[in-house]
């Protein structure tokens, strides 16, 4: 069975960063896609940052490009997301998700990140 936890959301001022944590089991990450994605109360879900391990890729949301980072960490089987230069818009809760399809069908429970002064 695949799982996804999510971890490392939190309250942060304006311009400060924060990291996040996927950490998957029961999957190939060589067989996957693995991707973060956010949503705001009242907006739609918006696709921030996803790897694909076999093609080698990385996609970066233009909304957060120079200030997101995504990488994996293969041997501890965990995706992360850095992101810095946090921003009151970025304020969401952020989950991560899998897919061997073209569907995002495996998902994490979420992390709420805040950006408040």
């Known amino acids: 069975e695949v799982q996804l936890v999510e971890s490392g959301g939190g309250l942060v001022q304006p311009g400060g960063s924060l990291r996040l944590s996927c950490a998957a089991s029961g999957l190939v990450f060589e067989d996957y896609a693995i991707g973060w994605f956010r949503q705001a109360p009242g907006k739609e879900r918006e696709e921030v940052s996803c790897v694909s391990s076999s093609q080698g890729s990385i996609y970066t949301a233009n909304s957060v490009k120079g200030r997101f980072t995504l990488s994996i960490d293969d041997a501890k089987r965990t995706v992360y997301l850095q992101m810095d230069s946090l921003k009151a818009e970025d304020t969401a809760v952020y989950s991560c998700?899998?897919?061997?399809?073209?569907?995002?069908?495996?998902w994490g429970q979420g992390t709420q990140v805040t950006v408040s002064s």
């Open positions: 998700a899998a897919r061997s399809t073209p569907v995002w069908d495996r």
